[in-house]
């Protein structure tokens, strides 16, 4: 059995800042994790991928993320904010299975970015 | 080339029409996938086409149809809908293989009405 817990629901930021989403997963398996981000009436892109290799994990747009298995934990990092980083966040946990990859989702955080 | 499409993007229909969802990718990925999402809400998984076969079905009503017609193709069809199942519906493909990352279409946003 895995879980996702995304520990913040609303993120609020200025912009030039830095970001943190945080993440906490459980999974019975060694994982593999994910981030994706989701614009307004859009699909989702994914940022960055871990998948036992480097434990810290660059992403596109400056998105980076550090994989701590004694914290069980994946947060999302951005040392500085752009107004078009506005969007929602899924912090997503793979199982493995024949029939493809099984994504658990974590209920999202909204990351906004004020001028 | 990671783009998965999906047509039409928007789409209203009333509760006795049929319709379909058509999602296409050119990755030479071998599972293919539907979600529903929700507003404010993580996506759900609803099917997965594993070399363009039904492998899951999570349960889904009957009014919900999905067809792989071949391994770049998958489509939703849609009869007899209800006004709770207006939604985003997302396709996604991936390579059959752990950790592999699944690819998202830009989505259908479909209006029963």
């Known amino acids: 059995a895995q879980s996702v817990t995304q520990l913040d629901s609303h993120v609020s930021v200025s912009e030039g800042t830095p970001v943190l989403l945080r993440c906490n997963y459980s999974?019975?398996?060694?994982?593999?994790l994910f981030w994706y981000v989701q614009h307004p009436n859009k699909g989702l892109q994914l940022l960055l991928k871990?998948?036992?290799?480097?434990?810290l994990v660059k992403g596109i747009n400056g998105f980076e993320a550090e994989f701590k298995k004694s914290e069980t934990s994946f947060h999302l990092t951005k040392p500085s904010a752009h107004m078009s980083d506005a969007a929602e966040y899924f912090c997503?946990?793979?199982?493995?299975?024949?029939?493809?990859?099984?994504?658990?989702f974590g209920g999202g955080t909204r990351l906004m970015v004020k001028p | 080339d990671t783009e998965v499409t999906q047509t039409p993007k928007h789409l209203v229909m009333g509760m006795t029409n049929k319709k379909s969802l058509k999602c296409e990718q050119h990755?030479?990925?071998?599972?293919m996938y539907w979600y529903k999402q929700k507003a404010k809400k993580p996506p759900e998984l609803m099917f997965v086409?594993?070399?363009?076969?039904?492998?899951i079905n999570e349960s889904v009503p009957s009014r919900f149809s999905p067809e792989c017609p071949n391994s770049s193709l998958l489509n939703l069809h849609l009869h007899a809908l209800q006004p709770e199942d207006s939604a985003l519906y997302l396709c996604?493909?991936?390579?059959?293989?752990?950790?592999?990352?699944?690819?998202f279409g830009p989505g259908t946003r479909l209006t029963v009405t």
């Open positions: 871990y998948t036992s290799a480097a434990t």
């Open positions: 997503v946990v793979s199982a493995p299975n024949n029939a493809g990859n099984m994504l658990t």
């Open positions: 996604a493909s991936s390579q059959v293989r752990q950790g592999a990352p699944l690819y």
């Open positions: 990755m030479g990925h071998r599972a």
């Open positions: 086409y594993s070399y363009e076969k039904l492998s």
């Open positions: 999974s019975s398996y060694s994982p593999s």
